[in-house]
């Protein structure tokens, strides 16, 4: 029986045919994704979800979803797929990472130019017959000053066309070497030097903990006088309603928006304010960009559902069916490496080392390295995946080695990941034991042995006595149960770590608390997808 596939959102006629002519039986019904109740209802019989945006894969539906196995998304964000939940179910959720970056940085410089000149309320008052050419005295583009808040794969384009057009191109990113920035031509800064120095700022980071806000009041307050702001990227990273007051007050002299905390986007703070320019999440609606991502999900999900070949997913390894069983564990403890030291570091990471000893050099390490990465860096990109993550460490200049050697110590197999910043190196080691689950084996050089949590917290301080009460008391106190402490010292009197994986998050009071004491230097609370 051929497999099923239901097209519930737009899709061209082009895209459709690819899965007809791959075996697949298509159900192109571009409508359907907003009728929640009939979507949920005919779900179940299907083996997989073509989709743009318009159709929300919540956790209800999924769960209505008894047959479905690939989700797949015409274009790069998943916001409208619970993945966890798809996670759970097996269903793979797969993306196309690259298929409109050009759309929307082209977007981008357009807002930035109608800002500039104030296009669209000129264009309205001449097409009603006024003639104020004295009134619209806009800003030249050239000299200007553009701060990027995001030099990846679309930050990175609109950074080349702004330089085309004369601009000194400044930009903050954690991830963004210094050796990349030269060779991109930018300079490379911190947020305020940015905030202080950029003429006009133009967004492109997903939205995570650490960017949703990232121009709040505070920081918006800290913008030259007569910035002009533009946001493409998604809603939410700027504080609307602190823009919309900034703007009144003269402080910020226009913005341009494509993405809005709410969407459909039928009102907010900065509609009908003067100088600003909205648009309807258009950033990705070329017709180029549009059959791009098409074409290319239809392919992906073609060749998973006839041939079983993985590529461009969210929540699972590109590895072959014959390599699943042994590798998905490992692909399990790369990810949990990679994401303890993305949780634990803060500055631009310049080399990557990763040590495949024993058993594991002989696996399919791309995979592992993909994982590994992946994981690094999920922290500041949320909808990374496998496929993606080695390309955006090579587009920020890092420099990655893989080490292969055989057995060394006394485990069967172990993976080693080590990064240098700028400021300090740091390395964690981890193996998988026989029931299948990842254990950190070593962490800055020290040995333990640790089981990973969804919630852990790790520490680091000077070796005194007492510290083992300490910890361990203020966290009782404060109701928190700890289901594994584990503890190392290079030697006495010198570095110390503890690793603790707990029943749940821990607030930011209790860490606080444990701040507090002067022996501890560092404290880190982690999240981990283990289960």
């Known amino acids: 029986m051929a497999p099923r596939v239901l097209v519930s959102d737009e899709l061209s006629e082009t895209a459709v045919q690819i899965f007809r002519d791959r075996g697949v039986e298509v159900d192109f019904q571009p409508k359907l994704g907003k009728d929640k109740e009939k979507l949920a209802e005919i779900i179940g019989n299907y083996d997989g979800l073509a989709i743009r945006s318009a159709t929300k894969a919540t956790e209800k539906l999924i769960a209505a979803a008894t047959n479905l196995k690939v989700i797949g998304r015409a274009g790069i964000g998943v ?71 995001g030099a990846g794969n679309i930050g990175g384009i609109v950074c080349k066309k702004a330089i085309g057009l004369g601009m000194h191109v400044i930009a903050y990113d954690p991830f963004l070497s210094a050796e990349r920035a030269v060779e991109m031509g930018v300079e490379k800064v911190e947020l305020d030097d940015l905030l202080a120095r950029a003429d006009f700022i133009t967004l492109h980071v997903p939205m995570t903990d650490k960017t949703r806000g990232i121009l709040g009041k505070e920081a918006l307050a800290k913008t030259k006088k007569g910035v002009r702001i533009i946001n493409c990227a998604r809603g939410g990273l700027v504080d609307e309603a ?14 341009g928006f494509d993405v809005f905390e709410v969407e459909p986007a039928t009102e907010s703070p900065l509609f009908g304010l003067e100088n600003v320019v ?41 590895i072959t069916a014959e390599e699943a069983p042994i590798l998905k564990p490992f692909i399990r403890l790369a990810d949990v490496l990679g994401a303890f030291v993305g949780q634990v570091t803060e500055s631009a990471i310049k080399e990557i080392e990763i040590l495949y000893d024993g058993a594991t050099a002989s696996m399919n390490t791309k995979a592992l390295t993909s994982a590994v990465l992946a994981g690094l860096i999920r922290s500041q990109v949320s909808d990374v995946n496998m496929v993606s993550a080695p390309v955006m460490i090579k587009e920020k200049g890092v420099i990655l080695s893989e080490v292969k050697r055989d057995k060394s110590g006394v485990f069967d197999g172990y993976i080693r990941l080590t990064v240098k910043t700028e400021n300090q190196t740091r390395s964690i080691a981890g193996t998988v034991f026989s029931d299948g689950k990842p254990r950190f084996i070593q962490i800055k050089g020290i040995n333990l042995d640790a089981d990973v949590g969804n919630h852990m917290v790790y520490i ?5 006595p007492g510290m083992i009460g300490f910890i361990g008391t203020t966290l009782g106190e404060a109701g928190v149960n700890i289901a594994n402490f584990q503890l190392g010292r290079d030697k006495q009197g010198g ?37």
């Open 460 to 464: 680091t301080n000077t070796d005194v």
């Open 79 to 149: 916001d409208n797929v619970d993945i966890p939940a798809a996670s759970r179910r097996g269903i793979i959720v797969m993306n196309t990472p690259f298929g409109n970056s050009i759309t929307t940085a082209e977007h981008a410089i357009a807002l930035m130019f109608a800002v500039a000149r104030q296009l669209p309320a000129a264009d309205t008052s001449t097409q009603a017959g006024k003639w104020e050419k004295s009134k619209f005295m806009g800003v030249e583009i050239t000299g200007k000053v553009l701060g990027v808040i």
């Open 278 to 318: 909205c648009t309807p999440h258009l950033g990705a609606s070329t017709t180029e960009a549009q059959e791009n991502v098409a074409l290319q999900v239809a392919e992906q999900m073609s060749d998973y559902l006839v041939k079983g070949a993985v590529s461009n997913a969210i929540n699972m390894p590109s």
């Open 242 to 255: 602190a823009l919309a007051e900034a703007i009144k007050s003269g402080h910020v002299a226009g913005a």
């Open 495 to 531: 570095d110390a770590i503890a690793l603790l994986y707990v029943d749940a998050a821990v607030s930011e009071d209790v860490l606080n608390k444990l701040r507090a004491n002067s022996a501890i230097r560092q404290i880190k609370p982690l999240v981990f997808n283990v289960d």
